[in-house]
């Protein structure tokens, strides 16, 4: 969905566990597109590969279950990050 920049339509709120080595990053953003418009895209696309400077990853993202929230609409899905060559603890896994 497009977003429009400004103190009215975007906040952001990072956490850390420096002994989990954990971050949890919330970004909450005001848009004029329904939710309906990203979950088809999710559902036609639940697969893309990327390159950067001759790297290249495979990012998966899988619908979950919508949370009960008060609000007109919501989604909840899971993207997953895997780097065609790697080791082990380099695949990263997000639930937005």
């Known amino acids: ?7 009215d339509r975007l906040a ?3 956490g850390t566990d420096d002994a ?3 971050t949890l990053t919330v970004e909450l953003t005001r848009t004029d597109q329904p939710l309906v418009r990203l979950r088809n895209q999710v559902q036609q696309c639940e697969r893309i590969r990327v390159s950067r400077s001759g790297t290249a990853s495979t990012v998966t993202t899988e619908l979950e279950q919508a949370p009960q929230v008060d609000a007109d609409d919501a989604m909840a ?11 082990a603890g380099l695949t990263q896994s ?3």
């Open 20 to 22: 989990a080595r954990a």
């Open 12 to 14: 952001v709120a990072v």
């Open 77 to 87: 899905l899971r993207r997953t990050v895997a780097p065609d060559v790697g080791g």
């Open 94 to 96: 997000m639930s937005s």
């Open 1 to 7: 969905p497009e977003t429009y920049p400004g103190p």
